[in-house]
């Protein structure tokens, strides 16, 4: 009966016989010039409300999806890395000589590479709930289930970390925590469904620079602004290069770009058809990646007016005229099934596309690794639940709008 099934299956959706072909492995896809060699350690467990009146401009636009280029001509993963068996996010040093990461527990495991190998040291372990967001430039923030953001800075004298708690500012767990470039102001998001803008500003640490403009004015913990834009859960969020535009992802496939926050807000929704993202990273101030249960990079691109929309998967796989046929069916499914729906008029909605590559699990968490004379990230790196930490190459395999 199976075989009847198949068979009639075959002569609707067009199946060739045969194999499609074989699927190549994560080995295979990684190429030797990562900039980091292999680590392998044992198991281990990873609206807007403005403190002054703010006048929020919301546009509601439907935004055209980006005709989808060529597949790139290879693989953009550089390096695969097994630090633990599940890793909810990490973060690098600026100079990336040292990697900080949470393996799904309270802890921030800090490692250095020495010579040919990573060396564990320091475990920081002062929350008491699951640590879900890191983020280091001069100073490392920590967002936590605890309900709260531990901002860390190092002290030479003593060879230790100093910890700052910003508490009573979140109703709930703190997912991803976010640097502006001035490395004072900080971006939250929580599964209150709120993303927050805070000061953390710290004497003898940091300078009342020009690029800091007015944030040396507000006290370290003070809430800036106050974006209630998602529904459900916040994921994710991100500053653009500039410091300009803010992103941050929902629970509810949604992406969103907030421009101008600390003067006049103006924000604009992106919706998806396929499954939530947990992360996102600028690589340039038009041009973003996003990661998340599709186990897959997504790139998102803007036009010259602004308007956000999907271009494709970074790791796409060829696509077999069984997939497509197969994709074509769930596609008109998919917009019957919408028709019964009420959809928003910022949505997009995209095609089905094969998922698959590198990451076996969701990817949680997405950083840059180096940038370009023009700001430009011409690497970053991925983790994810299936505890790989991924270095991928974008130069030659992404183009980005700058």
């Not at 045969?18 to 900039?35: H, L, M, N």
């Not at 003593?158 to 910003?166: G, L, P, R």
């Not at 770009?257 to 993202?277: C, G, H, K, Y």
């Amino acid at each position: 009966m199976k075989g009847v099934a198949a068979k009639l299956w075959a002569a609707v959706v067009g199946v060739p016989n045969g194999p499609v072909g074989p699927v190549r492995s994560a080995d295979e896809w990684c190429t030797s010039s990562g900039v980091f060699p292999a680590f392998a350690s044992p198991p281990s467990s990873n609206h807007f409300h403005h403190s002054t009146t703010t006048t929020l401009h919301l546009r509601h636009r439907r935004a055209a999806p980006l005709p989808s280029p060529p597949p790139p001509p290879a693989m953009a993963a550089a390096a695969i890395h097994q630090f633990a068996e599940c890793i909810t996010c990490h973060a690098w040093s600026p100079d990336h000589s040292m990697i900080a990461f949470c393996p799904n527990n309270n802890e921030v495991h800090i490692y250095k590479f020495f010579t040919d190998k990573w060396e564990k040291l320091h475990v920081l372990s002062k929350h008491d709930q699951i640590v879900s967001g890191i983020d280091w430039k001069n100073k490392f923030a920590v967002g936590s289930g605890a309900k709260s953001v531990c901002i860390c800075y190092y002290e030479q004298d003593n060879n230790w970390w100093i910890s700052k708690v910003v508490r009573k500012k979140h109703e709930s767990s703190v997912t991803s925590v976010a640097w502006h470039p001035n490395n004072i102001l900080l971006a939250t998001t929580s599964t209150d469904g709120k993303c927050r803008v805070l000061s953390t500003f710290i004497k003898g640490v940091d300078t009342r620079g020009s690029q800091a403009s007015t944030s040396t004015d507000w006290k370290f913990g003070e809430q800036i602004a106050q974006l209630d834009l998602s529904s459900m859960w916040a994921f994710g969020v991100r500053w653009s290069p500039s410091g300009k535009t803010l992103a941050y992802a929902g629970h509810n496939s949604m992406i969103y770009f907030i421009d101008d926050v600390e003067t006049s807000p103006a924000a604009q929704n992106l919706a998806l058809r396929d499954l939530p993202l947990r992360d996102i990273l600028f690589l340039s101030e038009r041009t973003v990646i996003g990661v998340g249960f599709d186990c897959n990079p997504m790139i998102f691109s803007a036009d010259e007016t602004g308007l956000w929309s999907f271009v494709r998967y970074l790791d796409e796989r060829k696509v077999t005229t069984s997939t497509s046929r197969a994709s074509q069916l769930s596609e008109a499914l998919g917009k019957l099934y919408g028709q019964s729906k009420q959809v928003a008029s910022s949505d997009t909605v995209e095609p089905s596309k094969p998922r698959g590559g590198v990451h076996e699990n969701c990817i949680t968490c997405i950083v840059p690794l180096r940038k370009g004379n023009d700001s430009i990230v011409k690497r970053f790196s991925t983790s994810g639940l299936d505890g790989k930490i991924v270095v991928w190459d974008s130069e030659n395999h992404i183009d980005i709008k700058k």
